[in-house]
Nanobody
Framework: EVKLVESGGGSVQAGGSLRLSCVAS????????MGWFRQVPGKDREGVAI???????MYVDSAKGRFTISKDNAKNTLYLQMNNLQPEDTAIYYC????????????????????WGQGTQVTVSS
């Protein structure tokens, strides 16, 4: 059984930093692409940062230059370092893992067929 457990969320003031972690189990960690998605009540889930099996990364425009996604295969752990947080970053952040699919972007494949953690709340106050 694939299991993803996030931690590291919390409340910070604008300009602050947080590091999210996601410990994965139940599969061979290096075989799946992984990512961080976020959701605000009433809005669709948004892919924030993706890391593919070859280590290549992708970010939503609003996260470029502020967020860094990384993973430690030895620890089966995915990270998201978030700097210069802004109130618009307030959301529930989800760790997602899954196989890629022919004809779909990595983000789309994770969104429709990935395994999801329970989420961790990030709140940024102005």
């Amino acid at each position: 059984e694939v299991k993803l457990v996030e931690s590291g969320g919390g409340s910070v003031q604008a300009g602050g930093s947080l590091r999210l972690s996601c410990v994965a189990s139940g599969y061979t960690f290096s075989m799946f692409a992984m990512g961080w998605f976020r959701q605000v009540p009433g809005k669709d889930r948004e892919g924030v940062a993706i890391i593919d099996t070859d280590g290549s990364t992708m970010y939503v425009d609003s996260a470029k230059g502020r967020f860094t996604i990384s993973k430690d295969n030895a620890k089966n752990t995915l990270y998201l370092q978030m700097n210069n947080l802004q109130p618009e970053d307030t959301a529930i952040y989800y760790c997602v893992s899954g196989p890629t699919a022919e004809g779909l972007s990595v983000a789309a494949a994770l969104l429709v067929a990935g395994y999801w953690g329970q989420g961790t709340q990030v709140t940024v106050s102005s």
